[in-house]
């Protein structure tokens, strides 16, 4: 667990796009260079010129053309040449760990001001050939990287399905209790569609105009795709995925695209650059941890709990919570074991509802979380969620609201 001191997020100097279900509107769009036009934009709309920046921070999970350039090639893009930085992964867990990266340095005087962007897309995901002397003919071996991924855990021996249903099995988690959180969570989501998309338009690039390769418009975006409203009805017709499980498709999330972007600073550079002075916002821990093997959905447990003993706070003193949920089974254990009530987790949107792109999930779960705590006035924020390989991160903020 680690504290963080003096690292800031100017208010409202963030933002996301839609997310969009893989092989949807996003699935040609170059994810590094589709981040580099939505950076360009939102800097633009809030006159932050790049030369601000001495720091950067790329989050990415899923391979594409040219992207062992990451950071730097992403930073000229914007107009900032003269910075670097690395490029994340940490699978689920990438966005957290991009702002944790991101306060260490800050906290260590590396830089002042820090472009942290997170981006990823699903769709068209590689397929890696990797040579093999030793196989007959030097047959390659392949690998689907994101599909194959999916299914197969070489630790644990299993899919990320199944890290789901050895939870719900020992905790004794019903399909019935998991479609009851899916019905809670989309009824949440259109919170943040309720007049003409309010919530939304807080922090969300819209509307997004696709391009192809001669630059003719081919699709707009507004808002999320891939969002399938449900009924009791429909979700009670579903069956179990693997045979005697609890899982259904409308339990769980769905792969999709999209990139996210946060800038973290000083206290004195957030209060120049955030878009309401009045609001500040802290960045107070990061925690990690790890399941044992083949429950990932029980990791961001440990990992909030040390997020919060690092801030100094408890889960009491918690104004608003929002958590990576791959499985609806990730919030009923959440909320057993860390004694919350269901619906104090995820108001306004979740990866449960508006799909996973990998790295700017959880990027965009700290948005939204941003910009709850500052409906409600103020108060500590808890963002957790798990990733592949039984892991958990968290992150705590905290929102203070002075007199408008």
């Known amino acids: 667990m680690s504290q963080i001191k003096n690292t800031y997020i100017p208010y409202g100097v963030y933002w996301s796009t839609p997310f969009v279900k893989w092989q949807g509107n996003f699935a040609a769009l170059h994810p590094i260079g589709f981040a580099a036009e939505i950076a360009r934009r939102a800097l633009a709309d809030r006159r932050i010129d790049p030369a601000v920046f001495d720091g950067f921070q790329l989050g990415m999970t899923v391979p594409a053309p040219h992207s062992l350039y990451g950071a730097p090639w992403l930073a000229a893009m914007l107009g900032a040449p003269a910075v670097t930085g690395p490029i994340t992964n940490q699978v689920c867990a990438t966005s957290a760990r991009v702002i944790a990266n991101a306060a260490f340095e800050l906290e260590a005087g590396a830089a002042q001001t820090y472009l942290c962007i997170t981006a990823d897309r699903c769709s068209n995901g590689p397929e890696m050939i990797y040579p093999n002397p030793n196989n007959p003919g030097a047959k390659p071996v392949m690998e689907h990287w994101v599909y194959d991924n999916f299914g197969y855990d070489p630790h644990a021996g299993g899919s990320m399905l199944q890290t789901a249903e050895n939870v719900a099995r020992r905790e004794q988690i019903t399909t019935e209790e998991q479609h009851e959180i899916v019905l809670m969570r989309h009824s949440q989501y ?17 509307p997004v105009e696709v391009k192809n390769d001669r630059g003719k418009v081919t699709a707009t975006v507004i808002d999320d795709e891939g969002v399938f409203p449900t009924t009791p009805g429909d979700l009670a017709r579903l069956k179990p995925v693997l045979d005697d499980g609890t899982v259904t498709y409308g339990g769980q999330t769905y792969p999709a695209d999209g990139n996210v972007g946060i800038v973290l600073t000083t206290r004195d550079r957030a209060r ?78 979740c990866s449960l509802i508006w799909g996973h792109p990998q790295g700017p999930t959880g990027m965009r779960l700290i948005v939204e979380l941003i910009e709850e705590l500052a409906l409600k006035g103020g108060g500590y924020g808890l963002f957790t969620g798990c990733a592949a390989g039984d892991t958990g991160a968290a992150v705590v903020i905290r929102v203070t609201e002075t007199s408008r």
């Open 190 to 206: 259109a919170q943040s569609l309720a007049d003409d998309r309010a919530f939304h338009k807080r922090y969300m690039i819209s």
């Open 272 to 349: 120049e650059l955030s878009r309401d002075a009045s609001v500040e916002v802290q960045v107070m821990s990061f925690g990690q941890a790890r399941a044992e093997k083949g429950f990932m959905p029980v990791a961001p447990v440990p990992a909030a709990q040390k997020a919060l003993d690092a801030a100094g706070i408890t889960i009491q003193d918690v104004s608003a919570i929002k958590m990576h949920n791959p499985f609806a089974v990730n919030d009923i254990y959440f909320a057993r074991t860390m004694g919350v009530a269901p619906d104090a987790i995820n108001n306004y949107g």
